[in-house]
């Protein structure tokens, strides 16, 4: 039984195809098969049913599952423990955040993570909704700050980093802004809601806070959605600490709008279980860890609101 064994299975049980898992792990699909062959002529069992569309785990390839994550987890444990005994640097670390994520914690991060390590070159993207996730998924991101969405809990290991307050709000003059309370559904319909493209690869956009039946326009960023709504031409949700200056300043106007489900969207540090973390991606991981206490909203928060919604 070797490494590349366990890799290629569950690779396949994570994407559902040998195809999917080819492409994952940068191998051919007859490469990919062969591996979990021989795997399965080793073990005795059949660990896939092959006769659908999808490659379906048996009984015994979900139980055997479970093992071989454990293994693979405690393999890369191992060579990222092996990597920081010998004290090198890797050269590039990649961050990728959600939109929303307030910068000043991280940038707090960034300078504590340079001053020890000067010569590595740390990369941050900004992706929107599942696209965070998505980079890590397809290890364009050593590291990520996002939320749950299209996360698979078992491939990650995941630590809550803060809590971002989301609320809509719309120009002062706007027709939703002036229209008094409670807006009418269909007034809102009418105007354009301005809503982030979600930046995963290949995947469909998942709705959060988007109103059905209503007339949207996308954007690929948080700045432009927020110059988009200062300009009047539509309404929609923005992060707190983006919003804050606007709303002082009385040229953003917040809205009740009780079809925004999520208030609180809760960020998480995510890294992969299957892959082996170097001495700077190490230091990153535990001082983001240490730098969410401090931003955002607290969990309790979100979590007081929903309580108050269901009651």
């Not at 992060?239 to 925004?260: K, Q, S």
């Not at 170097?278 to 969990?299: F, I, S, Y």
Request: hydrophobic fraction near 45%; charge should be positive; include cysteine.
């Amino acid at each position: 039984m070797t490494y590349d064994q366990l890799a290629a299975f569950l690779a396949v049980a994570v994407e559902g195809s040998f195809s999917a898992a080819s492409a994952r792990l940068h191998k051919s699909q007859p490469a990919v098969s062969k591996l979990v062959r021989n795997l399965e002529r080793e073990l005795g069992v059949e660990l896939f049913d092959r006769r659908e569309y999808r490659a379906t785990l048996t009984d015994a390839g979900r139980l055997f599952r479970e093992r071989a994550a454990a293994v693979i987890e405690s393999t890369e444990a191992l060579r990222s423990f092996g990597a920081r005994l010998s004290g090198k640097a890797e050269p590039i670390v990649r961050l990728a955040v959600d939109a929303v994520t307030p910068l000043g914690p991280i940038m707090r991060v960034f300078r504590g993570v340079q001053a020890r390590y000067p010569m590595v070159r740390i990369e941050l993207g900004t992706e929107r909704l599942s696209g965070a996730a998505d980079a890590l998924r397809e290890r364009r991101a050593d590291l990520a700050i996002a939320t749950r969405l299209a996360i698979d809990a078992s491939e990650v290991q995941i630590a809550r980093f803060c809590g971002v307050r989301v609320f809509p709000v719309a120009r002062f003059d706007h027709p939703v802004a002036t229209c008094g309370a409670p807006i009418p559904p269909a007034l809102l319909r009418a105007h354009a809601q301005i809503i982030l493209r979600d930046s995963a690869q290949g995947s469909a956009s998942p709705s959060l806070n988007v109103l059905e039946g209503g007339l949207r326009w996308t954007v690929t960023d948080v700045a432009a959605k927020k110059e988009v709504i200062l300009a009047g031409m539509g309404w929609g949700g923005l992060p707190e600490h983006v919003a804050a200056d606007a709303l002082a300043r009385g040229e953003l106007v917040r809205l009740e709008v009780p079809e925004f489900e999520v208030d609180v969207m809760e960020l998480f540090v995510m890294r992969r279980r299957d892959r082996p973390h170097g001495v700077v991606a190490q230091a990153l991981w535990e001082d983001l860890l240490r730098g969410g206490r401090d931003a955002g909203t607290p969990a309790s928060a979100g979590e007081a609101r929903r309580r108050r919604r269901r009651g």
